[in-house]
């Protein structure tokens, strides 16, 4: 049962007030619920299908590069990667001279899972987003965009200050790919 704590959110009581529990319970529930969803249309988990569209959006990245986009360690990544090049869903192109600097990309079966994908992914968007009316949405909107821009702010001020690209990654998690 939800309990009305929109006052609270400036002034928290208890830890279900803060805002980064309520985001992060909500990401927790909403990302579980996805990719049940994404398994269940295109057969892959949120992970693979985080690499999926990168690599659908920037064919040639390599592994780094989609770690740092997906937030995942290059661990995490590489074996989502490599699961997915077990699948037929992507393909390594290995630089010649530097075997350590490979890109991937999708294969043709990789781009059809990835439009399944993103078609599955941009409806469970939508229903999750149809709880709210249209000013709601937009307000919400605005509100994480302030709320985003405002955690930046106190990151760069923070005593231990993050490396100069990761916060540039945070402000854009695209970045990495210019």
């Known amino acids: 049962m ?30 579980t619920a996805s990719g049940q969803h994404l398994r269940a249309a295109a057969g892959v988990s949120r992970r693979e299908w985080r690499m999926l569209a990168f690599l659908g959006e920037q064919p040639g990245t390599r592994l780094t590069e989609l770690a740092a986009s997906a937030g995942l360690d290059k661990v995490l990544a590489s074996r989502a990667v490599h699961a997915l090049m077990e699948k037929g869903l992507v393909h390594k192109t290995v630089q010649v001279g530097d075997r350590r600097a490979a890109a991937f990309t999708l294969s043709e079966e990789g781009h059809a899972v990835y439009a399944a994908a993103f078609a599955r992914a941009r409806d469970f968007n939508r229903e999750l987003a149809a709880c709210l009316d249209p000013d709601e949405a937009q307000v919400f909107s605005r509100c994480l965009d302030k709320l985003h821009a405002q955690a930046m702010t106190m990151l760069r001020a923070a005593p231990v200050q993050s490396a100069s690209d990761e916060v540039a990654m945070w402000e854009d998690p695209l970045s990495v790919w210019r």
């Open 2 to 31: 939800m309990r009305d704590t929109s006052g609270k959110l400036q002034e928290p009581e208890r830890l279900t007030d803060f805002i980064n529990y309520r985001l992060y319970h909500l990401n927790r529930v909403a990302m």
